[in-house]
């Protein structure tokens, strides 16, 4: 277990280290280690190092002159500068609660950035203006859209989150496949077989090989098949992303650039980098703040009290799991596996930091 | 096979004679019928019957005084004064895309309002001006969000249309549910099984039985089950609800009134009528509209031209059938089931309108 403090204090060092100035590092460090927060480990600092692989590669700018491109009162276009998604995002998210601040609701697409973190922290900016924040992303094609046999888009993540009074906030976070790329992973660690329904073969075949990803393979879309609606999850991931990069001049669909340092980007570019969407809708520009609240208690605790199945406890509401894994993680500290371990302990050599 | 025109001048006719003036008449025709024509057969005139009797039930208006209560430059809170959703939803959205060609984007979340047929027809209106449109509602309770038993949500669409340049739009239009009702009432007709991961029991148990729904059965959210993402459904679903409830002030959750006149609405409301939210993005706002739509096209011919498995002829883009199919119906005219022009003739007895 290593506490929340000492993460945070090593990743700070290794942004600073590849040249992120202060701020920047600080911001990277406090959106990347939410992700381990929430429990969220494929998002955190498990992946560390697989952002200063992109950095060695000349693939993220450590120090990016973030500019809005194109704007309105409501709406703005900005270019990351190719920066660390984990910076470019929140100083976007900034931008849309101003806009929020200034006439309701604020909307802005970033181009020419890098992955971004858990969607959820994004979002969650608005609650403590009492506003209504969205984030959504695009990301390297996993994913075949349904009838087909190519990753076309990313797993490409929505979160929504929504403040409450009493009530802690309903966060919703989610990829738009029936399963995230972190649990194939987990499972391909442990050598255990997959459900059916989140992976197919690269002829199309339904299978339970967590392995057929890496064989040409691709994730399905929520819903799984046609019969339960997966041409529902592969329209929601298109929305995503149409909002993050055809409206931002990102790069789109099998054109998004990986995530890994050894797979180069596509020769033929579309666009700029990965693409984000973000969203600030202030509650008080449709109706008093504290009656919005007082009616999300009711909403919450509603459903909270709905009866359940038996052998199931309760409904959960989005972002409980998530909260509770916080409030653990924060006591106990955050485990780590060996591999990640191992992985930074190599990292912090490299660079010079201890671990 | 009866002509659109001939479907037309009756529909209008009947709204004529409950009162409504003669440009809602029209409106709401043309927002009901959109859905016979795009092949969304529960969503047209088949309903014709169920709104006159909410009608006759005095829940719904036929002269309403559609009115903003609250507003920002990019926000309207709209009082749909009980109005039929067919002419309440079509203003919302003349006021959303008002507020997007002054400030970028406008939102506008409706209260006490009905039933707005298909939620595409409302997105679509921001094609023609170059904008992105969104609509969704919520309706009444069907769907038990993961682990509960109890109908806590409607099948609550979401509807996105993207305009592109020399190819036909993207219009996304899809209910949270992993089937929406009207395929279950198809099933329930033919006395046909429903696949499993489409309903289940009163006690929560998979079923294949399309009738659990009149036995205290319920749908389940998009995914079907938690394995396969049900609590993404769930939180897709309640989103709308709360987008389109909470933040204007109608009934959310178990409290939405039924559609059906025969079953009373609850007896503590905790706001006005049902809700919907309506959304449009002027498209320069965030880039030059011309080259969105040629990336657009771009993305549209990817998709359309990716791998397909064996015996699918081709990846479809959202809207590819509904589009089709109204291509053909415009030709041909619109097929209706003997019991729909049973209802249809007894209806226009009823109303001294020849059917």
Known sequence: MYPYRHLFDFTREIFLNIGCPLEDAQLATQVLLEADLRGVDSHGV??????????????INPKPSISIVHETPSTATVDGDGGLGLVVAPRAM??????????????VSVR?????????????????????????????PLVAPTHSTKRMLGTNPIAVAVPANEQPPFVADFATASAANGKLEILQRKNEKAPLGWIQTAQGEDTDNADELKQGGSLLPLGSDLTHGSHKGYALGAIVDIFSAVLSGANYGPWVPPFVSF??????????????????MRIDAFRPADEFKQHMDNW?????????KRGEEAVLIPGDPERIMTAIRLRKGIPLLPPVEKDLAELGKKLGVKF
Chains 1, 2 share one sequence.
């Open 300 to 308: 919450i605790t509603s459903f909270r009290k709905a009866d359940v």
């Open 94 to 107: 900034d931008i849309a609660m101003q806009k929020a601040e200034n006439v309701g609701t604020g909307w």
């Open 46 to 59: 498990a992946r560390l190092s697989g952002y200063i692989r992109l950095w060695e590669a000349g693939r």
């Open 112 to 140: 020419n950035s890098n992955h971004f973190g858990i969607a959820g922290y994004h979002a969650m900016q608005a609650l403590q203006r009492d506003m209504i924040g969205m984030a959504m992303t695009n990301a390297s």
């Open 263 to 280: 797979l180069a980007p596509p020769a033929d570019p579309v666009g700029q980098g990965i693409g984000h969407f973000l969203g600030a």
